[in-house]
Every structure is written in C-alpha cells, then in structure tokens.
C-alpha cells in the first residue's frame, strides 16, 4: 500500500474557509496535494447526498470545511452544517464507512496554518485506512 | 385485437404485491376482458418450464415485484426480460430494494448464522446451515445461491418502467395497467405514480415553520391530529418522498415510512431526509445537537428504510 495516494474532496466555504486555502497557498505553507477542492457559497449548502455521492464517485474521504461557529457570513449557515453533518457522521459509521473518511471542522479566511494541519491529518488517516471501494460484488466477504 | 399476453411474478418480496394487483376491485374484469395472464405462480398453475418455452418477446408486459437476492430471483429476472416486451419493476422492492434491502446492512454469512444458530429460539447444536447442494438418497438437491448483497431489478436486468410504493396503492396500480391496456405508454424509464410532489402537499395536517427540540419514537406520545407530525418530533418521511398515496398514513397518525421513493428528480431518498431532518433541529450547541440526535436511534434504516440497495452508498461495508 506504499503506493497509495489517498483521494480527498474538501467542501470549502467562499468565506472563510476557500480563502484560508487560499492563504495557505499565497503563503507558501506546504501541505498534501491530496485535496480536491469545491467551493460553496457557505457550509450550509453542503447536503449529505454530496458527501455520499464524493465516496460513491471514488472518493477515500471528504472534507468539509466552514466558517467557525458565529462567522458565518449567512448567520447560521454552519450551524445548519453541524447538524446535518453530526447526522450524516452517524448514518456513515451504520453503512460501516471509517470515521476517519469523514472530517467537519472550522477553518477561517486567516487560517492557512490550520487549513494545511487538517489536509495533511485527514490525508495521513485516509492512507493509513487504504482506499475507499464504494461497490462490492455479491462475493464480498 | 389480440389479447394483451401479462406475465406476473414474485422474487424476494413479502406477497404484498400480489394482494395489491387484486386490489383494483372491478377493474380486474376489465384487465381479464382485455389481457390473459400466461405465468402467475402465487395465482395459476405455471411453470417456470412454461415460461423457457415461450419465444422471445412473446409477453406482452411482466410485472415483476420483489428485490434480486438470491439465483433463482436473478434468474427469473432474466428469463422474464428475454420473454417480454415490457418489463415493470412493479412496487418499491423491485424499483429500490425495500425491506429485503434492509439486508444490506450485512452480508449472507452474518444474515444465516444469526437466523439458523444466535436466535434465542433456536436449536442447532450441529450448526446445520442451508447448502446450494445436498445430497441424498434420491440424488442431489439444489437451493437456490443466497447472496450477500440485494439489488433491485433495474440493477439486474433493463427495466421499462417502475411503479413505487409498499405495496402501490390501487390507483397507481391501475395507472400502469391503464397505460398498458390502452397503449398509451409513457417515456421508457418513467415512474408510473399520479402526478405530485411530496407527501407533504397531499397531507391535510397544518404546517408551520419547523423547529423541534426533540425527536419522539411513535409510541412515546401522542400527536395533535392536526399538525404536522415532524413538527411534533415525529420522524416522518413525507418531506422527501413522492406522494401519489394521499398521504395514507400521516392522515391515520402514523408517519409517512417512505414507501413510495424520492420524489421526482432526486436520487438518493434517504440523504435528503437525513438533511431534512437536521435542518429542523432547533439548536446552535454541538452537545445539545448530538443529544437531540440521539433520538434518531436508527438514522440509516429509517432514512432508507425502503432504498437501500438504490441508494449511493448502497450497501454497509463488512469487516472481513
């Protein structure tokens, strides 16, 4: 498995948490090249069925990242976030999908230090778990 | 005119289906003045035999209920798609898996040993477990391959069209009928239900803004008959699934389960009730949330109670 390059598809906020990657980059600040990042609008746009549909698609884990809690640019837009996502992280240990796969948290615009700390922890998780196969024949054990 | 040649037949389903077809009521005379049933194994005397020796295309349209779980379903599966010209995955274990899609969850190893040796009610101290072949005396006896992962027909074979609900409701049954019966087909791949949206704008209770607090099981309290049940905490699927039943059971008490699949455009039914849900939950504390949560104790089997096998994520993955 040395070979292994995890696929992470990050959810990104347009305001705090895009431009904490941003920064990261105009910073200079290395971190994994694992992540695929899409841009929302706000973290309250991001509905299960994207996270579902990232791992059925090929992803090994899916990141989602928002404006902390009271810095959403829409008020509560993250707050709806956490809910769903509290829910969704549930729903994901029942269909037996590792914990590790999955990661809400909070980056804001001025964060680039802490965008590249979780790329590079949830990277660094999704490899030690091997990759993601959404689809298993009849066969599976 | 010819009269229509209507095959009818059963996988793994629970017989629902079948007593839904007769519920039509008198229509059923006007379905037998223009169609003759060929192979209806719950009803007349045919067999699978019957079926192999029918040309190709020779049925006119089959409608095939329950889910594909087993070789002998896949096998009936493609027999009857070989022999028709119109195959319909005809109520919601055919179109998404359903119950028998619950099964999911596990796989056939975990499925046997917990029916044939961890029941409490069960003897069987030589582990005796069901075997595709056995033999006897008299020879060798064949079951059919129980296999780990259910699938719906339309992930088996090419399926024509579909007809939602557990079981369909009669009007929806004799929409599809109606459409075979006067030829008057819809596009190939159409769900054949009345037209509608959700639940949600058959149901008569009055809604407001939702915002709960908690999340009640049904026999936890007793709701106001005339408010909508989610806001009351109920867990009710209505709001991601396609009406077309009138919203039977929100009108008699009960939450809606799901039954009829996601409404028209989506996909994965149980992803937007799980978004639903959440979005009504009427808190901003992470510790208040989770224990708000936690009176979903089942949030998978609730949100694809009747979609598993359809869904995105369409199986739990098993530790080896």
Known sequence: ?141 | MPKLKIALYWAASCGGCEIATLAIGDKILRLAEAAEIVFWPVAIDTKYADVEKMADNSIDACLFNGAIRNSENEHMARLLRKKSKILIAYGSCSYEGCIPGLANFFNARAILENTYCETASTDNPAKTMPQPTVIVPEGELDLPVFYDTVKTLGQTVAVDYFVPGCPPEESTTWLALEALLSGNLPPRGTVIAPPSTAVCNECPRIKHEKKIKAFHRTYEIVPDPDICLLEQGILCCGVGTRGGCGALCPKAGMPCTGCYGPVEGVRDQGSHLLSAWASIIDSNDPDEIKNILDGIVDPAGTAYRYSLPAAMINRARMQP
């Open chain 1, 1 to 141: 498995m040395n070979d292994f390059e995890p696929k992470i598809v990050a959810f990104l906020c347009n305001w705090c948490s895009y431009r904490g990657a941003d920064l990261a980059g105009t910073s200079r600040i290395k971190c994994a090249a694992n992540v695929r990042a899409i841009r929302v609008m706000c973290s309250g746009r991001i509905e299960p069925a994207f996270i579902l549909r990232a791992f059925e698609l090929g992803a090994d884990g899916v990141l989602v990242l928002g404006c902390h809690p009271g810095d959403c640019h829409y008020a509560e837009g993250n707050y709806k976030a956490l809910r769903r996502m509290e829910l969704l992280k549930r729903t994901l240990a029942q269909l037996g999908i590792e914990e590790d796969r999955f990661r809400l948290d909070w980056v804001s615009a001025s964060e680039g230090d802490k965008f590249s700390r979780v790329v590079n922890e949830i990277t660094e998780k999704v490899r030690q778990l091997g990759p993601y196969k959404p689809k298993e024949g009849n066969k599976v054990a």
